[in-house]
Nanobody, 124 residues
Framework: QVQLVESGGGSVQAGGSLRLSCAAF????????MGWFRQAPGKEREGVAA???????SDADSVKGRFTISHDNAKNTVYLQMDSLKPEDTAMYYC??????????????????WGQGTQVTVSS
């Protein structure tokens, strides 16, 4: 089993930055995909960004050039650096992980492991 623990959410004004962290505990696969989803009230869940264990990344068009996903394999932790935040980025952000390849941002399957979510609120 893998447990994912997120941190780093909060409130910020438009144009500001936040960094989310997701630490994985338990059995860690030698190859994996970890990433982030978000869901705003009344909207569908959206895949935001994902990173393979080899460091290759994918991200959604809505966050390109503003969000950066990275990882620290020694710490089993994935980060989402969010810059130039907009009010429309307001959502609950969820970390997700799987032992399969990312296939974009988990576009072909539902990840096996999920974090509890962390709220990001961007005010105008």
């Amino acid at each position: 089993q893998v447990q994912l623990v997120e941190s780093g959410g909060g409130s910020v004004q438009a144009g500001g930055s936040l960094r989310l962290s997701c630490a994985a505990f338990g059995y860690i696969y030698s190859s994996y995909c970890m990433g982030w989803f978000r869901q705003a009230p009344g909207k569908e869940r959206e895949g935001v960004a994902a990173i393979e264990s080899d460091g290759s990344t994918s991200d959604a068009d809505s966050v390109k050039g503003r969000f950066t996903i990275s990882h620290d394999n020694a710490k089993n932790t994935v980060y989402l650096q969010m810059d130039s935040l907009k009010p429309e980025d307001t959502a609950m952000y969820y970390c997700a992980a799987d032992y399969r390849h990312c296939s974009g941002v988990f576009s072909e399957y539902e990840p096996n492991y999920w974090g509890q979510g962390t709220q990001v609120t961007v005010s105008s």
